[in-house]
């Protein structure tokens, strides 16, 4: 028998049929049925007593089994309209934990713009341990169709991108994904799943740093897998028990607290991230402004296809694309903190050449774009005026 007793009035079967903001609200909230708590409780345990050996309530130990962290799981699954979720002590855990599914020999095709961590986690662990990556402009799908041969086993996209906003249609890849029979597991962490859901849209795997905008507020460390697949599950279940990297309970509470008001968080990010796009554009001391959001992005028509908003991510240069005048500018923001991170209430400001993204060597990044003179941006929810206030004594 399980701890958790189901909510009569909304469980998490009929919250498949609820608008945006009701799921976010209710996802994996469940009363404790012990007391009748509308929080889920913070089960700080180690372990759980049995009445006899093998005789216990569904919970032996709790790098395998957390009450709080089941409740996150429920609500990850609930809000990306999937079957399964799985919660890992960080995003890189869950990109870890995919990668094991692997064995030396099989090959992964992934985007050559992508959060510089992960390309770290690829090129510095598991080339050495045999696993083969052609890294390719998946904006272009055609790209992905031919960099496939029978040895690939995975096929790992960003969308938005880190931190260049490229744009990949998610419908068109997993339809060649199919086909070919490999997983395509989809990093969702700059749209959140209030603004698009790669399940829907044919991705085996949804990943996310729920670091970012699933716990909204800079204070947790934490990834996310989600997926619809029974064995699929088992398998990465299975990994997350046997590695260990499981969050907290705190941190399982952290982001499910987060996860409540992801909706009201996301439509403020976006309403901002429209505001400082625009005004950024018009700036005569700015060069290029990076947003899906502009009619003349390229991949801006996939966008609206697949998003049901743009976000509260960008990245610009200066006209002056010299290093000097970028470190000038992140030296200058008030509201803005200087910080690597993104996707809290906050408003942060970073340089990706020697901050997100160092880890990729130089010719790689300015190979596909990411130049030492490039800021980004993550848009907070504070009042749009005083952020483009800030912006513009900045720039100078
Ligand atoms: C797009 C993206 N994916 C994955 C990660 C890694 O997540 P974490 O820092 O939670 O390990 C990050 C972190 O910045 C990210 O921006």
Not at 16 to 21: F, Q
Not at 123 to 136: A, D, N, P, Q
Not at 162 to 168: C, K, Q
Not at 305 to 315: A, I, P, V
């Amino acid at each position: 028998m399980l701890i958790f007793v189901k909510n009569k009035n909304m469980h998490s079967d009929s919250l498949r049929n609820k608008k945006l903001a009701t799921r976010f609200i209710h996802a994996g909230a469940e009363p404790d049925p012990s007391t009748g708590a509308i929080m889920t409780p913070i089960f700080q345990t180690s372990t759980y007593v049995q009445s006899a050996p093998g005789q216990h309530k569904g919970y032996e130990y709790a790098r395998s089994q957390n009450p709080t962290r089941a409740a996150l799981e429920t609500a990850l699954a609930a809000i990306e309209n999937g079957k399964h979720g799985l919660a890992f002590g960080s995003g890189v855990a869950a990109t870890d934990a995919v990668m094991k599914l692997l064995v030396p020999g099989d090959e992964v095709i992934a985007a050559s713009d992508m959060y510089g961590g992960t390309y770290r986690l690829f090129t510095k662990i598991y080339e050495k341990m045999g696993i083969r990556f052609i890294y390719v402009d998946t904006t272009n799908a055609a790209n992905v169709s031919q960099a496939l041969t029978d040895k690939t086993k995975l096929i790992w996209l960003e969308t938005p991108t880190n931190p260049l906003m490229n744009i990949t249609d998610i419908e068109a890849v997993a339809a060649i994904s199919k086909k070919a029979g490999t997983i395509l597991c989809v990093d969702n962490t700059f749209a959140s799943p209030y603004l698009q859901n790669p399940l829907d849209l044919g991705a085996d795997i949804v990943m996310h740093s729920s670091t970012k905008y699933l716990g909204g507020h800079s204070d947790v460390i934490q990834g996310a897998l989600v997926m619809n697949d029974d064995a699929l599950r088992e398998q990465l279940y299975f990994i997350q028990k046997s590695c260990g990297a499981v969050p907290g309970p705190f941190d399982c509470f952290l982001v499910l607290r987060g996860i409540k008001t992801l909706h009201v968080r996301m439509k403020q990010h976006g309403e901002n991230g429209i505001a400082i796009a625009h005004f950024l554009r018009q700036h005569p001391k700015v060069g290029k402004v990076y947003w899906c959001g502009f009619e003349d992005h390229p991949n801006h028509a996939i966008a609206k296809k697949q998003m049901r908003g743009f976000g509260g991510m960008l990245s610009f240069t200066l006209k002056d694309e010299s290093v000097e005048a970028a470190m000038k500018l992140l030296s200058s923001t008030k509201v803005f903190s200087l910080a690597e991170s993104l996707g809290g209430v906050e408003s942060l400001i970073n340089h990706p050449a020697s901050m997100t993204h160092a880890s990729i060597p130089r010719e790689e990044r300015i190979k596909n774009g990411l130049t030492d003179g490039l800021i980004r941006l993550s848009i907070g929810i504070e009042d749009a005026e005083d952020l483009i206030e800030d912006l513009n004594q900045a720039i100078g």
